[in-house]
């Protein structure tokens, strides 16, 4: 089973609202990632979570607030949000190469679109 | 620095005909892994295909199969026989040995019947 699955599918929040993100996978793996992708565009590195926790932070702004609950599950926090924002969400998993072994593909959800009004 | 260029924007056919999309990457890295994934209409991202520095077979998967030379830092992707479900983004990718997975600016699929 190779599926990560991602909630909500759709997103419509004002600038002052409160959401989350929700993405979960059952596959074992150990790395979890968010990304942003803004149409015609390819996929953003947002966050890389490693056995739950934060390795890597893209200079992402702090309305964007990442949480990694357990192995299975990672939320993206999301408040006073800009129009900008508005894009696809996208969750992915993988697993762990450590060190300088070996690497990865990473498997993806179908994204939350988020639209900020 | 890594990049991997995808040259090709947009590319459209007839169903049946072959295709092939280009991909070519830069590092300094000697050991990296190289991705094609593709994006159907729908947004989720589908892993195709992963290929290690170090191992320059090329493969095929059905009416899939890829080109992988090091001697011009490129990673081709053709599909034979294309199909209207062939329609997609499809993206080339390239990660070392960090987590950050640099992707392609996509090519535009699209099979028309």
């Known amino acids: 089973d190779t599926e990560v699955t991602q909630t909500p599918k759709h997103l419509v929040m004002g600038m002052t609202n409160k959401k989350s993100l929700k993405c979960e996978q059952h596959m074992g793996h150990r790395a979890m990632y968010w990304y942003k992708q803004k149409a015609k565009k390819p996929p953003e590195l947002m966050f890389v979570?490693?056995?739950?926790?934060?390795?890597i932070n893209e200079s992402v702004p702090s309305r964007f607030s990442p949480e990694c609950p357990n192995s299975s599950l990672l939320n993206l926090h999301l408040h006073a949000l800009q129009p900008e924002d508005s894009a696809l969400y996208l969750c992915?998993?993988?697993?762990?190469?450590?060190?300088?072994?070996?690497?990865?593909?990473?498997?993806f959800g179908p994204g939350t679109r988020l639209t900020v009004t | 620095a890594q990049k991997v260029t995808q040259a090709q924007t947009e590319i459209s056919v007839v169903e049946k005909e072959d295709v092939t999309l280009d991909c070519v990457y830069e590092t300094r890295d000697t050991t990296y892994y190289l991705f094609w994934y593709k994006q159907p209409p729908s947004g989720e991202l589908v892993f195709l295909i992963r290929?290690?520095?170090?191992?320059?077979q090329n493969e095929i998967s059905g009416r899939y199969s890829w080109n992988f030379q090091k001697s011009t830092s490129s990673f081709n992707f053709t599909i034979t026989a294309s199909q209207v479900v062939d329609s997609a983004v499809y993206f080339c990718a390239h990660l070392t040995s960090g987590s950050r997975l640099t992707f392609g600016e996509g090519t535009q699929l699209t099979v028309n019947p």
């Open positions: 290929r290690n520095s170090f191992d320059e």
């Open positions: 979570y490693s056995y739950e926790k934060l390795s």
């Open positions: 992915a998993s993988s697993q762990e190469g450590r060190g300088a072994g070996v690497r990865y593909e990473q498997y």
